[in-house]
């Protein structure tokens, strides 16, 4: 191997290392170390679990041609075929970079976030809600759930097209006060950028482990070397390559450009070298250069919550950000834990999350 390439390899794993947002086998409870898991026995959804394609006007004519009805992961609880009369709350869940909805409501039984609600419902501990989650996957590991010509405006798919879809199909309380919105790590980021913008269709907000809180420093190239992303010259080829993912989700999201194709952005580095306009615009898209604009908004939100583990490397943007929240007078709680990036996710939902919501948003 040339020490250039050499240097690309260190530069690529040096970067994912850095975004690591969370991934399917980061979700749920990581097993002790030196330890196997032993398989678990199949689980029984007393609930039901339905997956759905859910049209959205929003991504419609994406320029990475993306699908504009993504699939959608949807739990009903199981009052929900016997008392035809009531009507529940919806709380919206956001994954992680380079998850998907199965990564929570799949068939491994490690990651059944339908399992944690069939508990919890039954124990009577939590009133029972409807959960959702969209699957925002794509060629470069995930849509970062922004509004972007190249990626799709997720923003509003999430709140306008998806909401309106529940809301027709199901029997949801079709207000604000029925409506929860959740992520974890890059779902984090969206839930507090479209939170900020949507108080008008949401009521409480919970961010797990948030990343890309404060994109406001790029990096160049590590030893001057072009990064990954560089060397990437189609969406095709940029699939499954996690050193140069990272960059270019950001990029499609953060810096779209329509006259650059295939690739349709921007990069923040050329040569090795920082492009500063480029690097304004991920700072533009950080929340914590947010949230100043946003401040009246956040402020009508019956609850905000936020979470990261001790040992994730996320911690210190996400207590900047915390900073900030408290700076503008932004009710919040904020709650830390042991752990990293990827593990007690599963936990935390169930802990935490799920009931957060039940306090929080309305009932009928």
Excluded at 15 to 40: D, H, I
Excluded at 72 to 86: A, G, M, N, Q
Excluded at 288 to 315: E, R, T
Aim: proline share 7%; hydrophobic share 40%.
């Amino acid at each position: 191997m040339t020490r250039s390439r050499a240097l690309q390899l260190a530069s690529a794993c040096g970067l994912f290392a850095a975004l690591v947002f969370g991934g399917p086998g980061l979700v749920g409870q990581e097993s002790p170390v030196g330890q196997t898991a032993a398989p678990a026995p199949p689980v029984e959804v007393k609930g039901k679990l339905e997956r759905v394609k859910v049209h959205g006007k929003s991504l419609v004519g994406n320029l990475m041609k993306e699908s504009d009805s993504p699939d959608v992961s949807i739990y009903l609880p199981p009052t929900y075929s016997t008392d035809r009369t009531r009507r529940y709350p919806v709380v919206y869940l956001l994954h992680g970079y380079t998850s998907t909805d199965l990564s929570y409501f799949g068939s491994n039984p490690q990651r059944l976030l339908h399992a944690s609600a069939d508990r919890l419902f039954a124990a009577g501990t939590v009133r029972d809600m409807i959960l959702v989650m969209p699957n925002c996957m794509n060629a470069y590991g995930g849509c970062m759930y922004a509004s972007s010509p190249t990626t799709g405006d997720w923003e509003s798919y999430v709140a306008e097209d998806l909401v309106a879809y529940m809301d027709k199909n199901y029997r949801t309380i079709a207000t604000r006060d029925g409506r929860g919105l959740a992520g974890h790590s890059m779902g984090g980021f969206g839930t507090l950028r479209i939170g900020m913008k949507r108080p008008d269709v949401f009521a409480a907000l919970y961010a797990l482990s948030s990343c890309c809180l404060n994109e406001g420093n790029v990096r160049p190239g590590r030893g001057g070397q072009p990064s990954a992303a560089e060397t990437i010259k189609s969406p095709e080829e940029a699939r499954g390559n996690r050193g140069a993912q990272g960059t270019l989700a950001r990029a499609a999201a953060w810096a779209p450009n329509p006259d650059n194709p295939p690739l349709f952005l921007d990069l923040p580095t050329k040569n090795g070298e920082v492009v500063a306009d480029v690097a304004v615009r991920f700072a533009a898209n950080s929340p914590v250069a947010m949230l100043d604009q946003y401040v009246p908004n956040l402020k009508k939100y019956k609850a905000i919550a936020l979470d990261i583990g001790l040992q994730d490397s996320l911690l210190a943007s996400n207590q900047l950000m915390i900073a900030r929240l408290k700076r503008f007078g932004v009710p919040h709680t904020f709650e830390t834990y042991e752990g990293d990036h990827g593990s007690k996710v599963l936990q935390r939902l169930e802990e935490k999350v799920l009931p957060f919501f039940a306090q929080h948003l309305a009932v009928k």
